[in-house]
């Protein structure tokens, strides 16, 4: 599958991978540039289902706020 940026930079998600990743109009998706390519993750019910549960015994604090600091990071070097 191939798609266009706009002048604007906006891409449009193929509506089969919508479907498939239950994106619907509002869904929050993260943006992560890993040095090769970008990876886009949307945010929806089941990404959050799956997460409960996966910091339990864990460092949740910890975990939170070293995400936080690299989101800061990536800002700082204008990488969002």
């Not at 549960?53 to 969002?80: C, F, P, Q, Y």
């Amino acid at each position: 599958m191939e798609t266009y940026a706009t002048t604007k930079g906006q891409i449009v998600i193929p509506a089969k991978l919508r479907r498939k990743y239950g994106i619907k109009d509002g869904t929050k998706i993260i943006i992560n540039d890993t040095g090769e390519c970008i990876e886009l993750k949307p945010i929806t019910e089941q990404y959050l289902k799956k997460l409960q549960g996966s910091l339990k015994g864990g460092n949740a604090l910890g975990t939170l706020l070293e995400e936080r600091r690299k989101d800061k990071e990536r800002e700082d070097k204008g990488i969002s």
